[in-house]
């Protein structure tokens, strides 16, 4: 049985520290700190943030993968079972909603249901198409690029996480209230640079942008549905390009985890150049982060729209 070997080595392995300071309370390493298990980037990236030196944070979705279809391994099983906190986003990811679901009743934090999440756009399923299990329930997942509601979502983050850890509450407080100023400031920086623009179409390899450009009044015309594994059909394809040329669109927006490929073929259709629309569903640069790669985006788009700041 897995998780008895696996807490059996775990026992074995905290023996030092537990025959001299007592057995860790659950959910906490033996340095005292909670274990927070976090289900992709940008909501490892908030977890960090806001738990500082206090939380251990883990990833379920490893650096440089698409987490759309991720797979959990025994091992990750086990993490979210024992975990202090599990933060996730109900509906994006099946294999982690099943182990919280299983594992982690009651100690789970979805960051979905800090906010209202919009229906997934309507061309996501043409007939044919495979039904993709991230929008069951029909809604978008891509919450993470307003920075809006990533601000929300950041401060119901910081109440959950002072349940999980009273003594550290007003500590998760202080680092949320900076943590979302600084949100505010990003979101101020969208605003003005995506104020006058010659176009507010952006076409993109997967449709992740809904959230950014609902926030900022752009069009966003996905290539493909929410999941960026889809082909596209033939005839999505030619709608697009028929899109992209009926609003002058100068660039097709590819992504880092996904090949470039259909978004070459489009761009080559249509006399337009393409360029990297980061959904930051996992970081691919060193030393990037969620706010340096959204400040790349803003510039992308400002760049490619015609925007004048
Ligand atoms: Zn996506």
């Not at 379920?60 to 599990?86: I, M, S």
């Not at 249901?113 to 997934?120: F, I, K, R």
């Not at 209230?177 to 600084?182: T, Y």
Request: proline content about 6%.
């Amino acid at each position: 049985m897995t998780r008895r070997a696996l807490a059996a080595l775990t026992a074995s392995l905290a023996l030092g520290a537990t025959a001299a300071c007592g057995e860790p309370a659950s959910g906490f390493s033996d340095n005292g700190k909670l274990d927070v298990v976090t289900a992709f980037y940008p909501l490892e990236f908030l977890s960090s943030r806001i738990g500082g030196e206090a939380v251990a944070v883990a990833e379920l979705t490893k650096p440089g993968a698409e987490p759309h279809d991720v797979e959990l391994n025994p091992r990750q099983v086990g993490q979210v079972a024992d975990a202090g906190l599990v933060v996730y986003l109900k509906g994006f990811q099946p294999a982690v909603d099943e182990a919280v679901a299983q594992e982690a009743a009651g100690k789970a934090f979805d960051a979905g249901s800090a906010v209202e999440l919009l229906p997934a756009a309507e061309h996501e399923h043409e007939p044919g198409e495979e039904e993709h299990a991230e929008s069951s329930g029909g809604k978008d997942p891509h919450v993470w690029l307003d920075p809006v509601r990533f601000a929300t979502i950041s401060d119901q983050l910081a109440v959950r996480l002072g349940q999980a850890d009273p003594a550290r509450a007003a500590e998760f407080t202080t680092r949320a209230q900076a943590l979302h100023a600084e949100l505010d400031k990003l979101n101020t920086e969208y605003a003005q640079a995506l104020k006058t623009c010659q176009r507010r179409e952006i076409v993109t390899s997967h449709a992740a942008f809904h959230y950014l450009a609902d926030r900022y009044g752009l069009t966003e015309v996905g290539i493909t549905g929410i999941s960026p594994e889809a082909e596209p059909s033939p005839q999505r394809l030619a709608h697009v390009a028929e899109e992209a040329k009926a609003t002058g669109t100068t660039t097709i927006f590819f992504e880092t985890l996904v090949s470039p490929k259909v978004a070459e073929t489009i761009a080559r259709e249509v006399g337009a150049r393409t360029a990297v629309l980061d959904p930051l569903e996992g970081l691919t640069e060193p030393g990037a982060d969620y706010f340096s790669v959204m400040r790349s985006n803003l510039t992308a788009l400002t760049t490619a729209l015609g925007c004048s700041s």
